[in-house]
C-alpha cells in the first residue's frame, strides 16, 4: 500500500510559481516511479511528468516542458513539482501517483498508475 498526500496548490498570478509537493508513506519509497497528473474543469486526467525511482530520469508533456520541474527527495519520502511561468490554462486539480509496477518513470497514462492522491487545486489568474 502507498498513502499519497499533495499539498502546496493555491491561486497565484498568470506568469507566477509554485511547488507542489507529493509526501508518501507506506511501500519503500524509493523503490517505485512518481507522476504528476492534473484534470482541468471538464476534461480527461491528463500527464504531466513522471520521475523514476532515482530521480534520474523525468519526462513532461510538451506543454510544459521548460517551464515544469519534477524531483524527489528520497530522504523525506516527497516528490516535488515545481510550476515557473504558470499559464491560465495550467489552471487544474493536480495528482500525484505511484506506478509501483515499474521503476523508470516513463508511464504517462493514469492506468499505468496504482496510487493516487487526493489532489490538490491550482488556479491561475490574469
Known amino acids: 500500500q502507498v498513502q499519497l498526500v499533495e499539498s502546496g496548490g493555491g491561486l497565484v498570478q498568470a506568469g507566477g510559481s509554485l511547488r507542489l509537493s507529493c509526501a508518501a508513506s507506506?511501500?519503500?519509497?524509493?523503490?517505485?516511479?512518481v507522476g504528476w497528473f492534473r484534470q482541468r474543469p471538464g476534461k480527461e486526467r491528463e500527464f504531466v511528468a513522471a520521475i523514476s525511482w532515482s530521480g534520474g530520469s523525468t519526462y513532461y508533456v510538451d506543454s510544459v516542458k521548460g517551464r515544469f520541474t519534477i524531483s524527489r527527495d528520497n530522504a523525506k519520502n516527497t516528490v516535488y513539482l515545481r510550476m515557473n511561468s504558470l499559464k491560465l490554462e495550467d489552471t487544474a486539480v493536480y495528482y500525484c501517483?505511484?506506478?509501483?509496477?515499474?521503476?523508470?518513470?516513463?508511464?504517462?497514462?493514469?492506468?499505468?498508475?496504482?496510487?493516487w492522491g487526493q489532489g490538490t487545486q491550482v488556479t491561475v489568474s490574469s
Open positions: 501517483a505511484a506506478d509501483i509496477s515499474r521503476i523508470s518513470g516513463s508511464a504517462n497514462q493514469p492506468y499505468d498508475y496504482d496510487y
Open positions: 507506506g511501500r519503500t519509497f524509493s523503490r517505485y516511479a
